[in-house]
Nanobody, 118 residues
Framework: QVQLQESGPGLVKPSQMLSLACTVSGGAITTNGYAWGWIRQAPGKGLEWMGA???????DVTPLFKSRASIFWDTSKNQFSLHLSSVTPEDTAVYYCARVIPYGLDAWGQGALVTVSS
């Protein structure tokens, strides 16, 4: 059974970069057919899809975040990461990583709260 775990700083200052990692166990992130995504949920708001990295290393970031976000991986650690630059308090959210299958998301991390504040 695949498991995902987010890690990273819980507090980031405005204008700095938010960096999160997702460590995957129980399956290789290079397994054909899967993608690995990032989703966030700001306080009082719905889930917001940010983007994903596929099993072959190609990435797809939602236009809303394209100018600020990058997703990359470290296959030696079976880990993929999110960098979000120039953060503002509006980027305060719980950030989730998840495994993407053709018709949805079938495994989630527990979520990591990131607060943007000075």
């Amino acid at each position: 059974q695949v498991q995902l775990q987010e890690s990273g700083p819980g507090l980031v200052k405005p204008s700095q970069m938010l960096s999160l990692a997702c460590t995957v166990s129980g399956g290789a992130i290079t397994t054909n057919g899967y993608a690995w995504g990032w989703i966030r949920q700001a306080p009082g708001k719905g889930l917001e899809w940010m983007g994903a990295i596929k099993y072959d290393g190609t990435t797809d970031v939602t236009p809303l975040f394209k100018s600020r976000a990058s997703i990359f991986w470290d296959t030696s650690k079976n880990q993929f990461s999110l960098h979000l630059s120039s953060v503002t308090p509006e980027d305060t959210a719980v950030y989730y990583c998840a495994r993407v299958i053709p018709y949805g998301l079938d495994a989630w991390g527990q979520g990591a709260l990131v607060t943007v504040s000075s």
